[in-house]
């Protein structure tokens, strides 16, 4: 006797999508996404993978694709197997931000000559795509220190007299960034003290034997 095993294949195929150059930061990416999709069946054999973009028109897919162009973007896809088993269709949303943070200082102006004291240093920072993410900032060249992305100042406690640098690079969430950096000066009060310091010793070495004089004369006055 033959036996028939009929093996009915029903199942549909499974199509992944991994995308590559993501930067981490959510779904953002800074530059064009090139994506690939991939389809498995459990007989082996995927006849054929379509996709759209944004809704336009579907596709077949044969090696990869590049899509461009700031915004938010979805891919729908699906695979048919050899036996015409249709998978549901799948969808994944990512965006794209290609432009840098606007960045720019308020306060002090470059080159700006500042009183002593405490000097807070300002700046403005907008991106209307990704969002701001954070900042760095570098201080006369030392250390970078990272500020979160609502601050817009920093403050020098008593900045010695005489020249300072302050260097910021602000990152949007897509991985863009921006540099901005300023010099300006601290009036040097220490001179000033030096030279008046300098003036009341000077002063006083012709006052004081002035006046000895004087009261010496007074003495021999009032002995004669
Ligand atoms: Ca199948
Ligand atoms: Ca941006």
Not at 71 to 90: C, L
Not at 91 to 119: N, Q
Request: hydrophobic share 40%; glycine share 10%; charged share 20%.
């Amino acid at each position: 006797m033959t036996v028939y095993v009929y093996y009915q294949e029903d199942l549909p195929p499974v199509t992944t999508c991994p995308m590559i150059g993501g930067n981490g930061n959510d779904t953002w990416f800074n530059h064009d996404v090139t994506v690939f999709l991939d389809a498995t069946d459990d007989s082996g054999i995927v006849n054929e993978t379509r996709y759209r973009i944004d809704g336009g028109e579907w596709r077949l897919f044969s090696e990869y694709h590049v899509i461009s162009g700031d915004g938010n973007h979805t891919i729908e896809y699906y695979s048919i197997d050899g036996v015409g088993n249709i998978e549901d269709t799948k969808s994944r949303m990512f965006k794209i931000d290609t432009e840098a943070p606007s960045l720019a200082f308020v306060w002090p102006e470059d080159h700006a000559s500042v009183d002593t004291g405490d000097v807070t240093v300002s700046w403005i920072c907008e991106d209307s795509m990704s969002g701001v993410w954070h900042f760095e900032v570098i201080i006369d060249g030392g250390g970078s220190v990272g500020y979160s992305e609502w601050h817009r100042n920093v403050t020098l406690e008593h900045p010695r007299g005489g020249t300072h640098r302050v260097w910021i690079r602000a990152w949007d969430v897509a991985g863009n960034t921006a540099i901005a950096e300023i010099t300006f000066s601290v009036k040097d009060t220490s001179r000033i003290f030096v030279l008046a310091g300098v003036v009341a010793a000077l002063s006083a070495m012709i006052l004081i034997p002035f006046a000895l004089g004087r009261l010496a004369q007074r003495w021999k006055l009032d002995e004669q």
